[in-house]
C-alpha cells in the first residue's frame, strides 16, 4: 500500500505558474509509475502526465506539452508538476496516482493508488 498526499493547488492568475507536489508513504516510492490527472466540474477526468520509475522518461497529454513538467525525487518519495502559462479552462481538481507496472499509462482505471487532490482555480 502506498499514500498519496498532493499540495501546492491554489488561486493562480491566467498565465501564471503552480507547482504541485505530490508525497507518497508506505512501499517503496521508486518502485511505482507515477501520473497527474485532473477533474474539472462537470467533466471526465483526464491524463495530465505520467513518470516511469527512475523519472527517466515522461508523457503528457497534448494540450500540456511544453508548459507543464512531471519529475520525481525518489530519495523525498515526491512527484512533482510544474504548470506553466496556466489557462482559466485548466480550472480543476488535480490528482496524483500510483501503480506498480513498470509502463506508464494513460488511463486512470490503470492505477491502483490515488491522492485525495488538490484545487487549482485559474482565474481570467
Known amino acids: 500500500q502506498v499514500q498519496l498526499v498532493e499540495s501546492g493547488g491554489g488561486l493562480v492568475q491566467a498565465g501564471g505558474s503552480l507547482r504541485l507536489s505530490c508525497a507518497a508513504s508506505?512501499?517503496?516510492?521508486?518502485?511505482?509509475?507515477m501520473g497527474w490527472f485532473r477533474q474539472a466540474p462537470g467533466k471526465e477526468r483526464e491524463f495530465v502526465a505520467a513518470?516511469?520509475?527512475?523519472?527517466?522518461?515522461?508523457y503528457y497529454t497534448d494540450s500540456v506539452k511544453g508548459r507543464f513538467t512531471i519529475s520525481r525525487d525518489n530519495a523525498k518519495n515526491t512527484v512533482y508538476l510544474q504548470m506553466n502559462s496556466l489557462k482559466p479552462e485548466e480550472t480543476a481538481v488535480y490528482y496524483c496516482a500510483g501503480r506498480t507496472p513498470r509502463l506508464t499509462s494513460p488511463r486512470g482505471l490503470d492505477y491502483d493508488y490515488w491522492g485525495q487532490g488538490t484545487q487549482v482555480t485559474v482565474s481570467s
Open positions: 508506505g512501499r517503496t516510492f521508486s518502485s511505482y509509475t
Open positions: 513518470i516511469t520509475r527512475s523519472g527517466g522518461r515522461t
